[in-house]
Every structure is written in C-alpha cells, then in structure tokens.
C-alpha cells in the first residue's frame, strides 16, 4: 500500500467519523427537544423507561413462546381427538345412531360430537380482531384432517364449535375453550401490569419525597438571590441534599456577617465625616458672609452630599426587608415627582400590579433613572409591564442619549462621559451603578437601547 492510498484511506475515515458525529449530533438535540427539563419528570422517566421495556420484552417473549406454544399444543391436541373419532366414525360403521361414538367422545374425550347427515359447511364468517385461537386450529386440522372445515369460536364464550364435511355427513363438534387455548395467561399479564402500576406509584411518593427538599433549597437560594427573606428553611432529604443545604446556610451567615461589618464600619465612617462636616458648617456660619464664605458653604455642601452618595452606593441598602408592593401607584408617584419639576411624563402600567420589592431601594433604583432622564430631556416616558415571570420597567426620554459602544461603561463607579447625558455639575457618576446595584440585588439587570422618543431608553428587570 502505497502512502497516497493510505492518505485516501485516511480521508475516508475522517470523513465517515464525521458523518458519524453529525448525525449523533443531531439525534442528541432531538432527544433534548423531546426529554422533559424538571429533575422529577427525569427521575421518573429513568425508573419507569427500563419498566417499561422490560416488561415489554417479558410479554413479548411469554406471548411467543409460552402463550402461542401452549395454545398450538392444546388446539393439536384437540384436532388429533376430532381426528380420531372421524376414523371410528368411517372404520365402524355398524353402529347407524353413533351412540357408542358419542358417549367415548363425551367420556373419555370431554367432547360432544353430533353427525348432521345431507347438510352443508355454513359460510364463513368475520375472523376474531384476536385469532389466536382460530389460526391455530385452522392450521391443525388443515395438516392434521384435511377436509373442509368451519370454526366458530366467538360464538359461545365457554366454548369452541367445529364442524368437518365428511363425505355423507358433517360432524359437529363442541369442545370447551380452555381444553384448546390458553385460557389464563390474561392472569398472568393482569399481574404484572398491576404490580408495575403499583411500583409506578410507589416510585412517584419516593421521588416526590426527595425532590421537595431540592426545590426547597432552591426556592431559598432565589429569595435570598432576589433580596427576600429566607424563613423555615433547614436541611432535608437525602445526605447530599442536605449538605447542599447546610452549605447554602454557611454562605448566607457568612454573606451576611460580611454585610453587617460593612453596615456597622460604614456607619461609624458616615458619624465621624457628618461631625466634621458639621463642624466646618457651624465655623462658617460664625463668619462674617463675603465670597469666599459662600463658596466655602458651596463645597462643604458639595462635600456632605458626595460623602452621602458613596455611603448609599457602598451600603447598597441591604438592611430593607422585601415586602408585596403596588408599582401602578409606585410609578405613578415618580412621574408626579417629573411633572412637580417641570417635565412632561406620561406613565402606563400592565398586568398585576403587586410585585415583592425592597420598596425604598427600588424607589431609589427608578428614582436615579428618571432624574438622569429628566436632566438632560423634556418628555419622559414610563412603563411597566408584569407577566408571570417577570416585571419590566422602562424609562424613555427624547435626550441626547449615550452612544452604544459607551452604554456598557456608565455602569462602572465613579465613570463620568466628557460628552455623555451622565456628566453633571456635582455629580458623582453614581447613579446609573446604584441602579444597577439594586436592581441586580433584586435577581435582575439593567440594560440601556434607543428610546422610540429618540433619546435613550433603560430597562430594568428583575424576576417576580
């Protein structure tokens, strides 16, 4: 082999490999279109598919093997018994009333056989929708006696009717139906369906017993996401299920250990600068006015109201607990306080109102976003939308907006744009970071687009 056919060879391989993993591709993403998503519903479908299948496979293998077999058996059985007695019928034809024919079939055979002289086969009726029966023995008198034939075994639901042409006579023959069929094999699967059922039920009360403690972790790690209160909760369920759980409790105490030293430490800062800063305004005070005086007074408030910002932003308002809250009239509140300021604003709610929020930093969040619209436009749009998922505010004005490329960057501390709509005389370049601060606080974001006013709009959402 040349190294030219070994290249070819190669290529083929990668090339069939290829079409291997794109057709397994495929099948694992219509697989994941099919599965279900939720833990429960794919517990249950890992115990209850191989239940499944097996017991398909066992019904399959006792149908064929011992159901078919066994009625075959029975239905050969029966034949050779009708056979036998057409051979004394035309061996010993001495006996013109049968009476001695008909008394050995019904005693020694469990049969009772009649002989309709001068008459025909009936025609052929329907087949059973289930034949297993009738297929099997058809087939055995087909091979065992060779005549025509006539079955009936629908007709009488404890019996079996047979009748042959002979060459004078047709013989009738009744046989009882559990002599040629299988007849309680129907036990047998009524069983196994009904302790599958009962282990299906028995699987159900088990999962949901051990997926409760899941969701239970789950809905507390989300309420302490959103900034809600996590009450009554303890560690349940299966060993690993708890130390999940005793670990979220370790991360919260630690969580909140770490934000109440920040709290108190910030808290004692915010004391000692308000004193001197008190004490600058009272030594100002007690001079005589003029100004330098006044723009002394100027930067002391300037300075008291800087100070304030970065506490608020680096406090973040945690210490509020979540509480239900009506945003139709919160909303309606803010645009009251744009109109009192000289701005037109208009303001539209949908859906339910009621929406779980730390109402004071909430109001702060949507407060920085209107005051930030209202210095740099003239109308202002507001709007909030609630569905079952999620609660979506948004803030539209006819400003000058911020370019796209710089709307990420405004989110950052401290950011001022030279030519951007955030840039104001004593600002700090906090408000668009307090915002988004709460707002994520809340288990939601903050996103900045175009405005169908032609300014700038923000979107805040957070999960309800």
């Not at 006696?145 to 004078?168: A, K």
């Not at 209202?374 to 907006?401: F, K, M, N, Q, S």
Request: glycine share 8%; proline share 5%.
């Amino acid at each position: 082999m040349t190294s030219l056919d070994l290249g070819v060879g190669l290529a083929r391989l990668r090339t069939a490999a290829g079409g291997v993993a794109a057709v397994w591709h495929r099948l694992g993403r219509l697989l994941k279109g099919v599965l279900p998503t939720r833990l429960y519903a794919r517990t249950l479908l890992i115990i209850i598919a191989p239940m499944v299948i097996l017991q398909s496979v066992v019904a399959f293998v006792f149908m064929e093997r011992h159901w078919n077999t066994v009625t075959r058996r029975l239905s050969a059985a029966v034949t050779q018994d009708i056979a036998a007695l057409i051979d004394i019928y035309n061996s010993y034809p001495q006996d013109p009333e049968h009476a001695t024919l008909r008394r050995i079939a019904q005693q020694r055979l469990g049969l009772v056989v009649d002989f309709l002289p001068g008459t025909e086969l009936p025609p052929v009726g329907p087949k059973p929708f289930f034949s297993l029966l009738d297929q099997a023995l058809s087939e055995e008198i087909r091979k065992q006696i060779g005549r025509p034939f006539w079955v009936d075994t629908v007709g009488r639901s404890s019996l079996v009717e047979i009748r042959i042409q002979l060459d004078n006579a047709v013989i009738r023959t009744f046989a009882r139906r559990n002599a040629a069929y299988a007849s309680n094999s129907e036990i047998f699967l009524l069983w196994m369906v009904g302790t599958s059922l009962v282990l299906i039920v028995v699987a159900i009360l088990f999962l949901r017993n051990q997926i409760r403690p899941i969701l239970k972790l789950t809905e507390a790690v989300e309420n302490f996401g959103k900034g809600r209160e996590v009450a009554n909760f303890g560690p349940r369920g299966a060993q690993e299920v708890r130390r999940a759980a005793l670990a979220f409790i370790e991360m919260k105490r630690r969580v909140e250990r770490a934000i109440d030293q920040r709290t108190t430490m910030l808290a004692g800062v915010s004391h000692d600068l308000r004193t001197v800063l008190t004490r600058f305004k009272l030594e100002l005070a007690l001079l005589d006015e003029g100004p330098e005086v006044d723009a002394l007074k100027k930067d002391v408030d300037e300075m008291a109201r800087m100070v304030e910002a970065y506490l608020a932003f680096a406090r973040g308002d945690s210490g509020e607990q979540a509480e239900p809250t009506d945003m139709a009239a919160f909303l309606d509140e803010l645009a009251y306080d744009a109109e009192r300021h000289g701005h037109h604003t208009s303001v539209a709610f949908h859906g339910h109102p009621v929406v779980t929020v730390r109402p004071d930093a909430f109001r702060r969040c949507l407060s920085n976003l209107v005051s930030n619209a209202a210095r740099y436009a003239t109308e202002i749009a507001i709007t909030g939308h609630r569905d079952h998922r999620w609660l979506t505010v948004t803030v539209d004005d006819d400003g000058p907006g911020i370019p796209a490329h710089l709307r990420e960057d405004v989110f950052k501390p401290f950011l001022r744009l030279d030519d951007a709509r955030n840039q104001d005389e004593g600002g700090t370049g906090l408000g668009l970071s307090i915002a988004r601060d709460i707002t994520r606080s809340h288990g939601g974001d903050i996103s900045l687009g175009d405005s169908p006013l032609g300014g700038l709009r923000a979107t805040v959402r957070i999960p309800v």
